[in-house]
Nanobody, 127 residues
Framework: QVQLMESGGASVQAGGSLRLSCATTGWKDVSYCMAWFRQAPGRKREIVAT???????RIADSVRGRATISYDSSKNILSLQMNSLTPADTAMYYCAADRGGPFCQPPSWETHVFPYWGQGTQVTVTS
């Protein structure tokens, strides 16, 4: 059974940085597409970044230049480094997983339904 658990969310001041982690257990496939999503109150969930065994990493336009995604397959830990945070980054952040595929990059990632999700970790950025 695949399980994902996020950690690292916190309340930070604008301009600060955070590193979010997602521990994945039960993942036994060498093929993967791991993703970070976020959802702010009253807003649609949006994808932040993906990392796949074939396509490498992809970063959404909204955070490009401020975010780095990585996946340590030896430890089964997905990470998201976010820098220069602004109040607009305030949201619940979720990790998600699926086997690798062409959906692991734009534009396909907009419509793909990931089968595995974590519970989320809250990021709050204050001005």
């Amino acid at each position: 059974q695949v399980q994902l658990m996020e950690s690292g969310g916190a309340s930070v001041q604008a301009g600060g940085s955070l590193r979010l982690s997602c521990a994945t257990t039960g993942w036994k496939d060498v093929s993967y597409c791991m993703a970070w999503f976020r959802q702010a109150p009253g807003r649609k969930r949006e994808i932040v970044a993906t990392v796949g065994v074939v396509v490498g990493s992809r970063i959404a336009d909204s955070v490009r230049g401020r975010a780095t995604i990585s996946y340590d397959s030896s430890k089964n830990i997905l990470s998201l480094q976010m820098n220069s945070l602004t109040p607009a980054d305030t949201a619940m952040y979720y990790c998600a997983a699926d086997r690798g595929g062409p959906f692991c990059q734009p534009p396909s990632w907009e419509t793909h339904v990931f089968p595995y999700w974590g519970q989320g970790t809250q990021v709050t950025v204050t001005s």
